[in-house]
């Protein structure tokens, strides 16, 4: 099976390494890199668990070919926050019980940055927006929102 | 998932030179929302070679002449709702691609893809074709500038396999969008029905672009989405249309007229069931709008 | 208690440190894949895999003649042998080095079927002459899944009656769609025992499984429950057929195996809820009483069967709904078809029934002229009442207290006044509903609740917790945590709470029933007061008191009332570890066993019942047919709420699912194949179809529930798809099959106005 090289740089870490070039950006996360926080519910780019941003945009690395990310700038879960500093939204979950059986998690998380890093002080309907990508089978979205909203209000976030 | 052979090409020219020498097999990628779905179902048939022109300078950028705006094919979904240039000349395409997917899916599409994937369902192809947009297609051979419609007919002529298929590029790569400008006091809108409110596939969808002139329509463009094999304006109801008021009646019969030459072209499918009394309510509906925006 | 602490596994999910059980690696680990037979009803006629064995990196295929040991669980065939009698039953079983070798070597192996007649439907399985589809059996229906309900007379209750109804009412299967597809990773121990990693909602009946499939006794396969990314109910058959079948390929080829569902695998064989179809007969007199009610409720089981007979029970008990009825005949009873296996999910057929019987209180209440909420009042469940399976009710009932202020908090009374007069012309039509139930807590009579925890501390006062019980999502490490912590009078950060591994917890059932902290909580409880009692004796030896002049707060032992006179928990469990006490407890709540006859359905059904209320604001559009929910109200009598945030969650998140059931999700067939098998077709809601959503608990004391907290897991969700379903009644349009679909509501649209 061919090879070919790529070259990204993961939370700020810059991978080089030779993969074989029908993997996905989520198969070189999870089984090259062993970055497990992204999660892949459904393959077709449907259910938003894959959801890490590339570029400074959210996308489904399902349905990204890593080659196609090369020379680009990931963002997964894991360089979010470490459990000394958080991330103001993740915090907000926390707080907000936005959590249940966590798979969504991670996805919604990065979703959630993207929005706030761009836009510190959405509205509701955007903040909804933002997420609708991101299926949920357990919290019923209610949380998820109000920990978002809260999240925009905290000072990190407004400095961008 | 099919193994195939990661190409990435650094220019326009080398993108159709590597077009015109594995014709069949291989498939230019941008976006690789359709792409990849496919190679997962195994479903690119002869296909070993993937061309990336996702970042492909030429086929990026918003730019305006004096007769129209300029639409790489490159640019997504989300860089196309956000363009303060397409928002204020083309707030139809905005209302269109601002509803395609979720938004990881619309960072990632392309207006080219949407449109060379040509699913009946495409949410970008009724407001293209409203918009009178031309495709400016490159090969090897040759570099020429059709409209939408012509290019989809086109397609549909040459075949795309069975269903589901995605078969081979031919050696025309699709490089942007030309829409002229409208003429001010415009009307427009899209209108998208599905089974949810975000991340739906289009059970049916209707744009309408309207001018008129003291009452009078003097432009009209009426797209039906996902209920032709190929989208396409119905012209025989813009021609009734034109030269009319908005009055109750001739909304009533263009609603009319709309689901006739629908049946005529597709004959009856069980879905019209649905579709079609939509289509009218819908139609007549937007006319209503529009006539009351005076 | 009532405390909003963070959950104890929150932080780990997110930072996206939770290990799922596909997040793990082990050394060596090859894939396992299935072949399936994409038939409905199919005699195998040729199986060659010489050329799939060709395939580099594959390492084993397996047919069923070299299945080790019983070659089906419970009903469920780990490899079909001659006849494959579903779209999902698996022909081969592949392992290789690599995902991308084992479905080269699936496309591979060649099979030729010859199609059988196939069952496709309730009413198909139901013919005269239709295809039996178990050898042996001499008609579809499913053995053991008949469930009658016998009480008064029933041609007096309806010779009685004034007004009778009939109606027939649909609904749909429906996925149960957790966001994490099914996952096993087995190896075997040191010792040649297997572990099984799973995301296993019991992991108990996966143990099972594995040792039936691999002819291991119990004690040799080890199930290590791995956080669970939702299961609902689903992961059970589909589960326990993985989980066999990966540990089938370790022995094999002594490698790990690890075995990942796409969504597509996940929803072609996955256990689904089931659809039902219900016939009812109501007899009421002109003023409301209602007099009699006859229903037959049949439910589709599908190709195998594994708990309609547990299923159905609670179906017979809750088929009238909260209402006083003097005469009733039900009768319950699935049938199998050629189609996919339904089983448990959430409500365990509670949202099916309550839609059906809500949906003819309302059509019941517009055929008497009477308002939906004066029928109901008329007929409500009171305090001393009988149930129609014969149970006296001596606990609260707050039926009427629950629907009378979920109707407040939505202000019912003015909306419907409201939308009554609403504009023929406005684009969309307005309509207000509502729906009212309640549901018998934790096993019942159904099976015997007994469960165990363990509750460990160490010599330096931090505390292991091992419930019998799994978390899967729901919160229950968290809540088992706070009784714990609430009966040691310590804090929370103290405790850890361990997923479930079947060799270090007594098998407790299954996490089911919404009993998780209902009764599941009880053995947590009982060993931590029995290790409070040792520590209290040795403080009081201490403090020179008697132990019962000892209270436990916030890390503290001290003598009530003289706060003086207190010594820290962590001195009094250092001295007690050194003094050779015991501080590890196994607690274990069996039940008092419930009395049930079987043919006349009368007995003690359950120990406790919840109330719950969910009122129903829709906006249907008049052009599209499309149904949004604009509003949902939930009002809750779950006893005392331990977690109100997770209890608030569980509600939301029942909401998304009940409006999924009512206006979005089914399951298609075409000739008995699944059409829509991943989330581009099956829908279920996002964030943008969350309506306004408003949820209250109605405090009650009196039942038997651990903490006094009743059940609330499947209560969440039960009642919504009827309070959808009589919103869009009362927007003149009666639907009596789930999904309303906009094709559906455009259809009444059209031949209403």
Known sequence: MAKKRVSITVNGQLIDQEIEESLRLIDVLRNELFLTGTKE???????????????????????????????????????????????????????????????????????????????????????KEAISGNLCRCTGYVQILEAIKKASTHADCQNG | ????????????????????????????????????????????????????????????????????????????????????????????????????????????????????????AADSIPALLCLDAQVRLQSTRSKRQISLQSYLSEKKQRGSGTIGELSGTTEELVEGFFLPFS???????????????????????????????????????????????????????????????????????????????????????SSFEYKIPVLEGLIQQVLQEFREGD | MNDNVRRLDALAKVTGQTQFTDDLHLPGQIIGKVLRCQQTHARISALE??????????????????LPAHTTWSTYPLLARERVLYQGDA???????????????????????????????????????????????????????????????????????????????????????YIEPEAVLVTTDWDNSIIVYGSTQNPFNTRRAVATATGFPLNKVRVVQQAVGGSFGGKEESMGLLASRAAILSLQTGRPVKMVYSREESMVESSKRHPFRFRYKVGAKRDGRIMALQTELVDEGGAYNFQAQFMNWRACVHAAGVYRIPNVRVDVYAVHTNRVFSGAMRGYSSPQIIFAQESLMDELALELGMEPLELRQGNFLQEQDETITGQVLTEPVNAENVTLRALELADYDNKRLEYARQDLDSPVIRGIGFATSFRGCGLGAESTDATGALVSVQEDGSIILRSSL?????????????????????????????????????????????????????????????????????AAKKLACEPRDLVGEEDWIMVRDDFERRISFDEVVSSAFW???????????????????????????????????????????RITGITIVKKLVAVHDIGRVIHPGAAEGQVYGGMAMGLGMATMEELTFNEGLITNPNFDKYLIPTAADM????????????????????????????????????????????????????????VELKAGR
Not at chain 2, 26 to 39: E, F, H, N, P, R
Request: proline share 5%; glycine share 8%.
């Open chain 3, 91 to 177: 022909v081969a079983l592949v392992a290789a080095e690599s995902e991308q070798a084992a479905l080269a070597a699936l496309s591979k192996i060649k099979v030729e079927y010859e199609p059988l007649p196939a069952v496709l439907s309730i009413d198909e399985a139901l013919k005269e002459n239709a295809p039996i589809i178990h050898e042996g059996q001499i008609d579809n229906r499913v053995p053991n899944s008949h469930w009658p309900v016998s009480k008064g007379n029933i041609e007096q209750g309806f010779a009685e009656s004034d007004v009778i109804l009939e109606r027939e009412y649909i609904t749909s299967h429906i996925e149960h769609a």
């Open chain 3, 470 to 538: 799994t978390d899967m999502g729901q919160g229950l490490q968290t809540a088992h945590a706070q009784l714990a912590a609430q009966e040691l009078g310590v804090s929370l950060e103290r405790i850890v709470s361990k997923t479930v591994d079947t060799s270090m917890v007594p098998d407790g059932g299954m996490t089911v029933a919404s009993r998780g902290t209902f009764s599941g909580g009880k053995p947590v409880i009982q060993a931590a007061a029995r290790i409070r009692k040792t520590l209290f004796s040795v």
């Open chain 2, 183 to 269: 003429l001010p006091n415009t009307q427009a809108k899209f209108v998208k029905v599905a089974r949810r409110q975000a991340m739906a596939i289009s059970r049916l969808s209707l744009a309408i672009l309207l001018h008129r002139e003291n009452q009078v329509v003097d432009r009209v463009r009426l797209v039906p989405g996902a209920m032709l094999p190929v989208t396409q304006r119905l012209v025989d109801v813009e021609n009734y249309l034109s030269g009319k008021e908005l009055t109750s009646e001739v909304i009533q019969r263009t609603s009319q007229l709309a689901s006739q030459q629908v049946i005529m072209e597709t004959g009856r499918r």
């Open chain 3, 691 to 746: 309506p306004e959503a408003v949820i209250e608990f109605r405090h009650s004391e009196g039942n038997s529930g651990a903490g006094g907290a009743k059940s609330l897991g499947e209560a969440a969700l039960e009642s919504v798809p009827a309070a959808v379903a009589n919103a869009i009644g009362a927007a003149g349009f009666r639907i009596r099959k789930l999904p309303a679909l906009n094709e559906d509501i455009l």
């Open chain 3, 579 to 621: 003094s050779g006490y015991q501080l590890n407890e196994t607690g274990w709540f069996q039940p008092n066993p419930l009395v049930w006859d079987h043919d006349t359905g009368q007995g003690e059904a359950f120990p406790s019942y919840t109330y719950g209320c969910v009122v129903a604001d829709v906006e249907i559009n």
């Open chain 2, 1 to 120: 998932m099919q193994q195939f052979e990661f190409l990435v090409p650094r220019s326009l020219t080398e993108i159709v030179e590597l077009m015109e020498q594995y014709g069949n097999n291989c498939k230019v990628v941008a976006g690789g929302t359709d792409i990849v779905t496919a190679l997962r179902e195994n479903r690119l048939i002869g296909i070993s070679k993937l061309v990336d022109i996702r970042r492909c300078p030429e086929l990026r950028g918003i730019s305006r002449s004096e007769d129209g705006l300029w639409i790489g094919a490159g640019m997504t979904h989300s860089e196309i709702a956000c363009s303060p240039d397409i928002k204020s000349l083309f707030p139809l395409l905005v209302e269109a691609c601002s509803q395609i997917g979720s938004k990881q899916i619309r960072n990632l599409a392309t207006l080219g893809g949407n449109v060379a994937n040509a699913s009946p």
């Open chain 1, 41 to 127: 519910g459904c393959g077709i780019g449907e259910c938003g668990a894959c959801t890490v941003i590339l570029d400074g945009k959210t996308v489904n690395s399902c349905m990204v070919l890593a080659l196609s990310a090369n020379g680009g700038v990931v963002e997964t879960v894991e360089g979010l926050g470490t459990h000394k500093k958080l991330h103001p939204v993740q915090e907000a979950f926390l707080d907000n019980h936005a959590v249940q059986c966590g798979f969504c998690t991670p996805g919604m998380l990065m979703s959630a940055k993207a929005l706030l890093d761009e836009n510190p002080q959405p509205s509701e309907e955007e903040i």
């Open chain 3, 49 to 66: 895999i010489t050329e799939a064995l060709q395939v580099p990196g594959v390492l084993t295929i397996m047919l069923a003649a070299d």
